[in-house]
């Protein structure tokens, strides 16, 4: 069926790409903040002197709002909430945890603030990919989605850039910085109240009976598998570049300033020309073949970035980030290729539930098996991990092919 057009159709998407921009772009510097390999890791490593376990909880606190992304979209389904308002109450909680993180003297109060913040902070990402859905039209969805993610790029760029030159070579600095990060988060709830749209789908009266799809649609159960091994292999192994350049002991001992320059500025900068063009190319090509290439991307940026070359980490740093920039647009999007329009919210919230067990665990994890072994030894593992991923994907991309050149079978696997 055709998409509708007409100058109030125009209008509308323009209205909806402004809004959702200056949400995507206002919520950024959080996000990046928040990555296992950003400000708030460092802050636990430098200023508190965390332990494993609790630097394991930092890493993954964003994950623990993944695990929630069923119950926050059941919820707000239940009160009768649109998309939008659901996006923005998520953002404004955020907001509040990130400023008790900054006005807390103890770790305690540190870690409780980022324990709430950042788990509602995460949360969104269903709601965001049926946003999405609704809004956007199917022909052009990959391509406006890796400009306004490619756009938000430039912000996470310019904004961790900003922090690494105020933090300088010490985190005694953090305070006003987690202010503005939740300064900035509850501008982004704000902006998302002002985009127009439906109420979200009922849902189950249990909130995680949608992970049932993973075995009553074996197709989508073995997406979700190949995508576990990947995401084990590669969240377990990105706070640990943290740690190897600035660990004291056994790493580097890299200046603040030095980390956060490789492990987020230049990531974002690739990632930002990767964005732009993966969202194109997804427009073209079924998510499998890109889903491959992003996993090259990463298990060659890990063996690179984990060199005591200066210049194989720049290269490791250059490879990942053009990896994040593809996973952004696909890990967003790849849900409107494949489900029906009415369990986008249900399949988007078993993805990002298993995103988040992957990311929380991971890094957990990959602190204890450093503390067993060597850290070189945990990266060797889990570019394995994302190859036997990347096998599993070249897989079903082969069983599609069949079924597309069989006769009377939709090619999407659905029927």
């Not at 324990?115 to 199917?138: E, F, N, S």
């Not at 501008?187 to 075995?215: D, E, K, Q």
């Not at 603040?256 to 320059?261: D, G, K, S, T, Y």
């Amino acid at each position: 069926m055709a998409e509708p057009t007409g100058p109030g159709v125009e209008r509308e998407l323009r209205r909806t790409l402004l809004w959702e921009g200056l949400r995507v772009c206002l919520s950024r510097p959080a996000a990046v903040a928040a990555q296992g390999n950003g400000v708030l890791l460092l802050v636990a490593l430098k200023h508190f002197e965390a332990g494993g376990p609790a630097k394991g909880l930092v890493a993954g606190a964003s994950f623990i709002g993944l695990m929630a992304a069923p119950l926050a979209v059941s919820l707000a389904a239940r009160l009768g909430l649109s998309v939008s308002l659901g996006l923005a109450g998520l953002s404004l909680a955020g907001a509040a945890g990130l400023a008790l993180a900054a006005v807390s003297p103890s770790f305690g109060g540190y870690l409780a603030g980022l324990l709430i913040g950042l788990p509602m902070a995460a949360a969104v990402a269903p709601l965001v990919t049926v946003l999405w859905r609704q809004k956007l039209p199917d022909a052009v969805r990959g391509r406006y989605f890796g400009q306004v993610t490619a756009l938000a790029g430039l912000v996470g760029i310019a904004s961790s850039f900003g922090i690494a030159a105020w933090l300088g070579d010490s985190v005694a600095g953090y305070r006003p910085v987690l202010i503005g990060l939740a300064l900035l988060l509850a501008g982004a709830g704000l902006a998302a109240s002002r985009i127009a749209s439906a109420p979200i789908a009922a849902t189950r009266r249990n909130p995680y009976r949608v992970l049932a799809w993973l075995w009553r649609e074996p197709r989508f159960g073995l997406v979700n598998l190949a995508w576990t091994l990947l995401g084990l292999g590669n969240l377990a192994v990105l706070p640990l570049r943290v740690e190897y350049l600035a660990g004291a002991s056994d790493g580097l001992g890299y200046s603040p300033r030095m980390v956060l320059l490789l492990t987020l500025v230049v990531p974002q900068a690739m990632g930002f020309f990767a964005t732009l063009g993966f969202g194109r190319l997804f427009d073209r090509f079924g998510f499998v073949q890109l889903r491959i290439a992003v996993n090259l991307l990463f298990g060659l940026g890990i063996l690179c970035f984990f060199s005591p070359s200066l210049g194989m980490q720049v290269a490791g740093a250059l490879l990942t980030g053009a990896g994040f920039g593809g996973e952004a647009v696909i890990w967003g999007l790849w849900v409107t290729q494949f489900a029906p329009a009415e369990r986008t919210a249900d399949y988007m919230a078993v993805h990002s539930f298993l995103t988040g067990l992957r990311g929380l665990v991971g890094p957990i994890l990959a602190y204890e098996l450093v503390a067993r072994g060597s850290l070189i030894g945990v990266t060797h593992l889990a570019v394995g991990l994302i190859a036997l991923s990347a096998l599993l994907f070249l897989g079903i991309l082969r069983t599609d092919g069949r079924r597309s050149r069989a006769p009377n079978l939709d090619p999407s696997g659905r029927g």
